[in-house]
C-alpha cells in the first residue's frame, strides 16, 4: 500500500519539486491550494491526474482539518507561506498570519485529526538575518531582519513546541536559498535568469538590481526537496540546516549568468536603490554537517550547474517570443 502525503504550497517552486520526488517513490499526492480568481498551477500542470488537489487555506483552521480528514496523509510537508522577503514589509501582519501562524494552524490540525502523522516544516536561512557566526549551524542564534524572518522563527519554534508538547513527530529544515528554473520572476536569481535571456535574444538591454554584494548560500530546489523527504524517514524527529557551504555574491550570478550568454555583466546590469531592503541580510552560508552525516544528503548541483539551468531555461522559454518581434514574422506584422 502507498503512503499518502500532504503538501501545502504545492504550487510553489518547491512544492511542485517535492511532488515529483514522492510520486517517483510511489506516494498518494495532495496537495492544498487556496481558492483565487486565477489558478496558478502553471508549475504542477504537468502532473494533471497525478495529485489530487483540495482547497484549504492556512488562515482556516476549519479547511486545513477537512484537507486531513480528505486526504488521511502519514506525512504532511508545509511549505505555504508569503514567501516573497520584500513584500512581507509591505504586508507584515499577513506575513505573520500566513507564515507564522498559519504553522499553529496546521499543527493544531494534525493533534486534532491523527497525531501519527509526520510532519515537515519550511524553515528559512533569513532567520538568521544579522548573523551571529558564520558559517550558520542549527545551534545559530537567530536574528531576523524582516517580518518575512520574524515569521519563520515563530514557525520555527512552535514546531519544536509541539514536538515537546505533544510527542508530534515534528521537523524543520532551515533551507538556505534554493533556486531553479520554476523559481517565481519576483526572486533575485530569476530576475537575472530572465534578464540575461531578455537581453541575449534582443528584448531589453539592460538590468536593475539591488545590492549587488549580499552573498548567499545558493543551491537547487530539486536536491533540497530531497532532504525534506529524509527527514521524516528518521526514527527520531530533528531540526536540519540544508545548504552547499559555498557563500556566493549577486555580483557571482550576474556574472555566470551573462557569461552562459556569451555577455559581461558590466555591460547590462545597473543598481538601483529601490530593490535595497530596508534592513540588509548580507552573509549567509550554511553548516549542512548534521544532514550529511544523520540523513545521508549532499547537494548534487554546482552553483555553476545551477545558474546554466537557470538561464537556459529562460533562453528556450523567451526565443518565440523574440521570434515572433522580428521584422517580417506574423506577430510582428
Known amino acids: 500500500m502507498s503512503k499518502r502525503a500532504l503538501i501545502t504550497g504545492i504550487t510553489g517552486q518547491d512544492g511542485s519539486y517535492l511532488a515529483e520526488l514522492l510520486l517517483a517513490k510511489d506516494y498518494e499526492v495532495f496537495g492544498v491550494t487556496r481558492r483565487s ?24 483552521s476549519t479547511s486545513l482539518v477537512r484537507a486531513l480528514e480528505d486526504s488521511r496523509p502519514s506525512e504532511v510537508y508545509n511549505l505555504g507561506a508569503m514567501s516573497f522577503v520584500p513584500t512581507s514589509w509591505n504586508q507584515p ?11 499553529t494552524r496546521m499543527l493544531d490540525a ?9 510532519f515537515y516544516q519550511a524553515s528559512s ?8 557566526e558564520t558559517p550558520q549551524t542549527e545551534l545559530t542564534p537567530f536574528y531576523p531582519r524582516s517580518p518575512y524572518g520574524v515569521a519563520k522563527v515563530y514557525g520555527h519554534y512552535i514546531t519544536v513546541n509541539y514536538r515537546e508538547s505533544y510527542d508530534l513527530f515534528a521537523c ?24 540575461v ?6 528584448l531589453d538591454t539592460t538590468l536593475a538590481l539591488g545590492n549587488l554584494d549580499a552573498e ?3 543551491g537547487h530546489a530539486r536536491d533540497y526537496v530531497e532532504a525534506m523527504w529524509l527527514m521524516l524517514q528518521q526514527d ?12 556566493h555574491s549577486v555580483r557571482d550570478f550576474c556574472q555566470q549568468a551573462f557569461a552562459v550568454a556569451g555577455l559581461d555583466y558590466k555591460d547590462h546590469v545597473t543598481v538601483d536603490p529601490r530593490f535595497f531592503r530596508p534592513a540588509e541580510v548580507d552573509h549567509l552560508l550554511g553548516d549542512a554537517s548534521k544532514a550529511r552525516e544523520e540523513l545521508g544528503w549532499t547537494p548534487r548541483t554546482s552553483f555553476g550547474d545551477l545558474v546554466r539551468d537557470m538561464v537556459e531555461s529562460d533562453l528556450e522559454r523567451l526565443r518565440p517570443v523574440a521570434a515572433a518581434r522580428k521584422p517580417g514574422s506574423a506577430k510582428a506584422e
Open 37 to 60: 480568481s486565477s489558478e496558478n498551477l502553471g508549475r504542477i500542470d504537468h502532473l494533471a491526474g497525478q495529485v489530487t488537489l483540495l482547497q484549504g487555506d492556512l488562515l482556516d
Open 93 to 103: 501582519v499577513l506575513t505573520g498570519e500566513f507564515t507564522g501562524l498559519g504553522v
Open 110 to 118: 494534525i493533534r486534532a485529526v491523527d497525531t501519527s502523522i509526520r
Open 125 to 132: 536561512s533569513e532567520m538568521y538575518g544579522r548573523v551571529r
Open 172 to 195: 524543520s529544515g532551515i533551507l538556505f536559498n534554493h533556486e531553479s528554473p520554476r523559481r517565481g520572476l519576483e526572486f533575485v536569481t530569476r530576475k537575472i535568469s530572465h534578464g
Open 197 to 202: 535571456a531578455r537581453i541575449a535574444l534582443g
Open 216 to 218: 548567499r548560500d545558493w
Open 236 to 247: 527520531e524527529p530533528d531540526d536540519y540546516v540544508i545548504g552547499t557551504g559555498f557563500p
